[in-house]
């Protein structure tokens, strides 16, 4: 079992940058890749981008490249999404997820084995 819990959302202004975080206990963190996902009220769970296991290798999809980033620290068990050049449009609850899976393209929600509660973002216009 993988326990997540993220943090660090809220209210910002568009053009703005916000960083969440996702704490995890449990089974050994760095035997999992982990993914950011989003749902908009109204919307479909929409994957936001992945890292390895390591850290060293990370995808995102085109709505966010080049203005989310994610980062990992094994020591810490944590894993981050930093977000930049915030729009209204990437209002939605963020939630991480845990796969046991090495394959770094894996962007369907069905794919990841563990997922926090998640956390509520909203980018003012």
């Known amino acids: 079992q993988v326990q997540l819990v993220e943090s660090g959302g809220g209210l910002v202004q568009a053009g703005g940058s916000l960083r969440l975080s996702c704490a995890a206990s449990?089974?050994?963190?760095?035997?999992?890749?982990m993914g950011w996902f989003r749902q908009a009220p109204g919307k479909e769970r929409e994957f936001v981008g992945r890292i390895s296991r390591t850290g060293g290798s990370a995808y995102y999809p085109d709505s966010v490249k080049g203005r989310f980033t994610i980062s990992r620290d094994n020591a810490k068990n944590t894993v981050y999404l930093q977000m930049s050049s915030l729009k209204p449009e990437d209002t939605a609850v963020y939630y991480c997820?845990?796969?046991?899976?090495?394959?770094?393209?894996?962007?369907?929600?069905?794919?990841?084995?563990?997922w926090g509660q998640g956390t509520q973002v909203t980018v003012s216009s």
């Open positions: 449990g089974r050994t963190f760095s035997s999992y890749a």
């Open positions: 997820a845990a796969d046991a899976d090495s394959y770094l393209l894996r962007v369907s929600e069905r794919e990841y084995e563990y």
